[in-house]
């Protein structure tokens, strides 16, 4: 047998085409394969956990969180407590296909997008998202702002801490390490479970209202509207997915890993229903106690309002549950827009794993969208209520397009292979895609039709 050639000086190039970044998440991968082996279940889930858990309790964001306490104030537990529940369920399914596609394209959403819809569709969604992520950006910084408002710190300090926080948490050219340190922090979105048992609800109310459902509240049809809007723009928006697509392929998920994967999404949506349930709960006093809830998203709103029904102590857990809520959507926010840049500028790094030095434009866009909303907040006469109040709606309303690309590139065999949708996958995917589509539209067909009727009719 023939010796096979020694490669020119030319080919060496090619072949040597491990990089730092390889071998960092080489390392983790084998961690991976040890604990598969030898570590048990436990282990491996550990290993494993991450985007799932930061895009679900990532989205329990400031305005998210404030939209749940605003259907607590307004409408009590009665119809939106198991509504809550039932979009969280939806949003399992929608990061659940986001997280597959990702383990075994080994690709971001905006990536495949350009990929296999072609540039024009590539840079569309791109725009759509860094636009929406801007502006929930700028409502992340509110929301800080508010909380930290609460316990007399000065808007200008408190917005600095909020772009510090991405800034510092960015630097460690680790993905992991940036993982670990999120979803540390991530943890303390429970608080507001905490001030959900300070406010003394009714256990048998909470399970009657899980149970039977109440039907729809009465009141102005345009305000619940928006409300049921805003709720389901709280748990299904455009950044997830290009979150949770980028973070699995940049933490290296394979297809072995699906079942993890999805045990951690399953795990975040647990832990974020229950945290935005509780923050429902937690403002429902204001609802029993006939509290004006119409101009509480000003100042510090909530917590003030809650103080006097709840105490200092849990009024201040909600501004420090707000807090927290605004600087996760912050890091995985940033995060997002970060990986949707680099995928979409063909040949740029985008991922954690590299230094600042290697991936310039990704830390770009990741602390310079942060910089840019705190710049906003800050700039007087800024219509900060409207917002936050709109900030959901956004999302309700971008969605629909993006559910169908999803959609799309989930039932493609020629990248999905054997792990394209099941039927059961697909019709829940068209019934939510088809929910999202009738609450964005609905409440925006009905403010035009009001904004025609003359003032006073």
């Not at 309790?57 to 809550?84: H, R, V």
């Not at 729809?216 to 979150?243: D, E, H, K, R, Y």
């Not at 709103?301 to 103080?307: D, F, K, M, N, P």
Request: aromatic share 8%; charged share 10%.
């Amino acid at each position: 047998m023939s010796e096979l050639p020694a490669p020119a000086p030319e080919q060496l190039a090619d072949i040597v085409t491990l990089t730092p970044e390889d071998l960092s998440r080489s390392r983790d991968r084998m961690r991976v394969l040890q604990a598969r082996k030898h570590g048990g279940r436990p282990k491996l889930l550990w290993l494993l956990t991450g985007p799932g858990i930061l895009v679900m309790l990532g989205e329990n964001d400031g305005p998210s969180m404030l939209s749940y306490a605003a259907s607590g104030a307004t409408y009590g537990i009665g119809f939106f407590l198991p509504f809550i529940v039932a979009t969280f369920l939806a949003s399992f399914v929608v990061q659940e296909m986001s997280m597959r596609i990702g383990a075994v394209t080994h690709r971001g959403y905006g990536e495949l997008i350009f990929q296999r819809f072609g540039p024009f569709w590539g840079w569309i969604s791109a725009a759509d998202l860094v636009l929406t992520n801007l502006i929930t950006l700028v409502t992340e910084v509110i929301a800080i702002r508010v909380g930290m408002g609460f316990f007399a710190v000065p808007p200008f300090v408190a917005v600095g801490c909020a772009v510090l926080l991405v800034a510092v948490t960015s630097g460690g050219a680790r993905y992991w390490r940036w993982e670990r340190l999120a979803m540390a922090l991530a943890l303390f979105n429970l608080l507001f479970v905490a001030v959900a048992v300070l406010s003394r609800p009714s256990p048998c109310q909470l399970v009657d209202a899980l149970v039977t459902w109440t039907p729809l509240p009465t009141g102005p049809f345009q305000g619940f509207l928006l409300i049921l809007a805003s709720n389901i723009g709280a748990t299904v928006t455009p950044w997830m997915l290009f979150f949770q697509q980028s973070a699995s392929v940049d933490k290296g998920l394979t297809p072995k890993d699906i079942p993890q994967g999805r045990l951690d999404t399953a795990i975040g949506t647990a832990l974020a229903a229950l945290a935005g349930c509780a923050a429902l709960v937690a403002a429902a006093p204001l609802f029993v106690h006939h509290v004006d809830s119409s101009s509480l998203l000003g100042g510090a709103g909530y917590a003030e309002a809650l103080q006097p029904l709840i105490g200092g102590f849990g009024s201040g857990l909600f501004a420090l549950g707000l807090i927290e809520a605004g600087a996760v959507a912050m890091l995985t926010i940033s995060a997002s827009t970060a990986y949707a840049v680099g995928e979409v500028l063909s040949g740029s790094a985008h991922s954690f794993n590299r230094t600042i030095r290697q991936a310039p434009l990704f830390y770009a866009a990741n602390i310079g969208m942060a910089l840019f909303a705190g710049i906003i907040v800050l700039i007087p006469g800024m219509p900060l209520l409207t917002i936050t109040l709109n900030a959901n709606l956004l999302a309700t309303i971008l969605m629909p397009a993006a559910l169908v690309f999803l959609l799309v590139l989930a039932n493609d065999r020629e990248i999905m292979g054997a792990r394209v949708n099941s039927g059961l996958t697909n019709v829940f995917g068209a019934l939510i895609a088809l929910l999202v589509t009738l609450a964005g539209s609905s409440y925006a067909i009905l403010a035009f039709i009001n904004s025609l009727s003359p003032k006073g009719s």
